[in-house]
């Protein structure tokens, strides 16, 4: 029998209709002879707001409760979707990550899934029930609650694909699917039927934020194709896939823009072999993910290094290069979190020549200044000033002419 997953994101369960609805579509997949496993996410903007609870009450908490804390709100989404799929007359039975068989490490916040014993859902599923997992959750070893880190039910979703060998996995979601820039910052931005692993991989990455970087992933890894698609509506969104056979590639796929890096300055350290690796296997060992790096040598051997980090990481990152700064006899240290990072993405780009330079020049005829670039065989990115990033964006899908880049149009899915 056929297997489906469909994931739910928090703007398409925001009111119990928008859950009601949910319900429906869940049960018209059942109803067609379909085995069906539901991955939820918290209701609208609730993960937010737990968050906020938790500061309110303490301004760094303890991580284990975080995570305990964040997991509530699936909690509350996987009980509404069983009882509105109850109020519909059908069976539904809710699980937790843990009673889903998820187990995750247990880095508080961004845990990984370590493995899915799936035979409780399996269990269900022969029941003919309706299984509704909580989304964004696991347990360590130790039966702690863990969390994927944010938007992570989409990689619960995909991860209980693979291991359920699920024919179908479907992403509902509040746009009509991948577009090539986000659609509320790009008016003009063109939906994109069928995309690549890759080009999703690294638009999420870059800030795209309709799908967790880490569940395309594991899509990719282990072969699953799955829908971006509306919760409002019956089209069919888009399909990610391996297009990597394809002859001809489009050489920029869409653009991005991240907002939430900051980027870190260790002033004149010592320009002398054994210094970036000093800075940065100290960084590493904090748990804290770099991204861009730039070294300006200035004057009496002494050089400039700096770096970007998610600001979430900002406040560790501060204190190990503070620290760092003292050791090597450096300056001091400087920290700008008005940052935004423009990026473009397309595995055409490997063999189309002038793609960064026609990236600069969108920028430099906006008078918008680059502070730091850094390039892929897919991608290139830039920092610039935050309060030009949407300017940025559009300046530079308009210079890709991204709303007309491929033969199909928005119009097709509507
Ligand atoms: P969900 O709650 O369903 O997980 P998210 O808010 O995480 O939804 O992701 C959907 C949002 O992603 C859209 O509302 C859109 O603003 C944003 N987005 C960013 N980049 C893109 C893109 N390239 N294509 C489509 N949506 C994008
Ligand atoms: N509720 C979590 C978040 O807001 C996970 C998710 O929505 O995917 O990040
Ligand atoms: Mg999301």
Redesign the pocket.
């Known amino acids: 029998m056929d297997l489906l997953v469909q994931k739910f994101?928090?703007?398409?369960l925001a009111t119990p209709q928008k859950v009601l609805s949910a319900a429906r579509r869940a049960i018209g997949e059942f109803e067609a002879g379909r085995s069906v496993v539901v991955v939820v996410?918290a209701q609208g903007d609730y993960t937010d707001r737990l968050i906020t609870m938790a500061r309110q009450i303490h301004p760094e908490p303890n991580p284990r409760e975080m995570d305990t804390l964040m997991a509530v709100g699936e909690q509350m989404s996987i009980a509404l979707m069983a009882i509105a799929i109850h109020s519909l007359g059908h069976g539904a039975v809710s699980l937790t990550g843990a009673q889903a068989g998820i187990r995750t490490d247990n880095v508080s916040s961004k845990a990984r899934i370590r493995t899915i014993d799936t035979s409780r859902l399996r269990r269900e599923l022969e029941r003919e029930q309706i299984v509704i997992v909580a989304g964004f959750q696991g347990v360590d070893v130790d039966d702690n609650i863990t969390t994927l880190g944010r938007?992570g039910?989409?990689t619960t979703a995909v991860a209980l694909a693979a291991a359920l060998g699920a024919e179908r996995c479907d992403i509902?979601?509040?746009?009509e699917?991948?577009?090539?820039?986000?659609?509320?910052l790009v008016p003009q931005?063109r939906w994109i039927p069928v995309i690549d692993y890759d080009e999703l991989l690294e638009?999420a990455s870059l800030g795209?934020?309709?799908m967790h970087s880490r569940a395309v992933e594991l899509a990719k890894r282990y072969g699953v194709p799955f829908r971006v698609r509306p919760s409002f509506s019956e089209s069919e969104g888009t399909l990610v896939t391996d297009l990597s056979g394809e002859m001809e590639q489009v050489d920029v796929r869409?653009a991005?823009l991240e907002t939430e890096e900051a980027k870190v300055t260790i002033r004149h350290v010592p320009d002398r072999p054994g210094v970036a690796a000093t800075i940065f296997s100290e960084i590493a060992a904090a748990s804290i993910n770099v991204d861009m790096i730039v070294q300006n040598v200035s004057e009496q051997n002494r050089a400039d290094v700096s770096f970007t980090v998610m600001q979430r990481d900002l406040p560790r990152a501060v204190q190990v290069a503070g620290r760092l700064a003292d050791e090597l006899n450096a300056a001091g240290v400087d920290v700008n979190e008005e940052i935004a990072k423009v990026s473009i993405v397309g595995t055409g780009m490997r063999s189309h020549a002038g793609v960064a330079e026609r990236m600069f020049r969108a920028l430099a005829d906006q008078k918008i200044n680059i502070l730091m670039i850094s390039t892929s065989e897919i991608k290139v990115s830039c920092v610039i000033e935050a309060p030009a990033g949407e300017r940025a964006l559009r300046a530079v899908h308009n210079a890709f002419e991204l709303e007309k880049n491929d033969t199909d149009t928005k119009d097709d899915n509507e």
């Open positions: 994101g928090g703007s398409s996410s938007g039910s989409d509902y979601t509040d746009v699917g991948v577009y090539t820039a986000d659609p509320r931005a638009l795209a934020r309709v869409g991005a």
